[in-house]
């Protein structure tokens, strides 16, 4: 019989205030910030998008992440993969892992994702003002994973063949990254693991076979901005396209739809389930939505008009494939994301939709479960 398949949404621990955000963005700044600030861009967006179920919380409160966590089980989502910040020794954003590290009543699966990209003004569109810089050599990526150790110990932590799996945002991004998975390989063999499992992410370089850099797998990101290029969603309908394009250079009508770049949720699935399979192992992953406008005034994102029907349509979709390719413990796929607010993608309850998105996740995932016994 085979294993169950395990969902694992990824998890942003922003919302909190700490001292690097205060001196950056204002006094008390977090997320939520920009999420309550947001408005629609054009005539039917929905923004802003704010929570319902679980408000407007602080992630330094453990009764918080024990929430998050119960949610997440009662709609069978296995774990979550925290987005980890480090530079050189200087961690960001690291106060509700290492909560939840000493919390055993946050009895929720996880495992890590290195965000290991410069931190810069990107959010406001200013991505050449760089707040935090990645530097990497020899000795840092010693000391980083001597620090992840504890993390790859806890009972809770996801592993593949007793591999602890950690995920690379942007492995291209490291000049040296297979020297420092090749370390990283001996030291997790010393501590009495079979290695690390390692799973790259495919959010800005694609089609580049994991192995090349040292990985195990590939991790598919969702949106794939990619299938979306040329797919401006007003061009369907091109007299009205045209003129509103006319009225918006004139300065008499200024649209949303070109200030910021609009596509079809619909669309994305569609194509997304249309893509041919990868020639090397990729885990794949679905996204509830998309829209980072709240964090920015223009240029932003958005995949319109998404619905919890759509999404449970690519869930059911990405659950069969996992089933059909993966064995053992490699039967796992990524939701993006269980709580990215400013950029419209969160699994958790919202004014508008409530529990709708997560009772579409399990009745998509469920039915599998149920009719593959």
């Excluded at 993969?81 to 009543?105: D, R, T, V």
């Excluded at 290695?195 to 990101?221: C, S, T, V, W």
């Excluded at 508008?352 to 579409?360: D, I, N, P, V």
Aim: charged share 25%; proline share 5%.
């Amino acid at each position: 019989m085979k294993k169950d398949i395990k969902p694992i949404a990824i998890y942003l621990p922003q919302f909190h205030p700490f001292t690097e955000n205060d001196k950056w963005w204002g006094k008390g700044f977090t997320e939520w910030t920009n999420v309550t600030k947001s408005q629609p861009k054009f005539k039917g967006h929905y923004q802003p998008q704010l929570p319902s179920d679980l408000g407007f919380y602080d992630l330094r409160l453990e009764e918080t992440m024990i929430a998050q966590t119960e949610l997440a089980k009662e709609y069978s989502i296995h774990g979550f993969c925290y987005y980890h910040y480090w530079f050189n020794g200087k961690l960001l954003m690291e106060q509700p892992l290492e909560m939840m590290l000493a919390s055993k009543k946050i009895d929720m699966p996880f495992c890590l994702c290195w965000a290991n990209e410069n931190w810069s003004r990107r959010w406001d569109g200013s991505e050449h003002l760089v707040l935090m810089e990645q530097h990497y050599n020899h000795k840092d990526d010693l000391e980083h994973i001597h620090y992840l150790m504890k993390f790859f110990r806890d009972e809770r932590y996801i592993k593949i063949d007793n591999k602890p799996i950690l995920i690379i945002y942007r492995s291209e991004l490291h000049p040296q990254i297979k020297n420092a998975i090749s370390l990283w390989q001996k030291e997790a063999i010393n501590q009495g693991f079979n290695g690390l499992y390692l799973i790259r992410m495919e959010n800005f370089i694609k089609n580049l076979n994991p192995k090349d850099h040292g990985f195990d797998a590939g991790m598919e990101f969702s949106p794939d901005f990619s299938l979306a290029k040329d797919k401006i969603l007003k061009k369907n309908t091109p007299f009205k396209y045209i003129l509103k394009k006319t009225l918006h250079k004139t300065g008499i009508k200024k649209s949303g739809y070109f200030l910021n770049k609009v596509f079809s949720y619909s669309q994305l699935v569609d194509d997304t389930l249309a893509k041919p399979p990868m020639h090397y192992k990729q885990f794949r992953c679905v996204t509830p939505a998309w829209d980072n406008s709240a964090r920015r005034q223009k240029n932003a994102t958005i995949f319109h008009e998404s619905t919890p029907e759509k999404f449970g349509e690519w869930v059911k979709y990405i659950t069969n494939f996992t089933d059909e390719n993966f064995d053992g413990d490699e039967r796992i796929f990524f939701i993006n994301a269980w709580n990215e607010w400013a950029e419209g993608n969160h699994m958790e309850p919202d004014l508008k939709f409530g529990t709708a998105y997560l009772e579409a996740f399990k009745k998509n995932f469920d039915y599998h479960k149920l009719n593959n016994k």
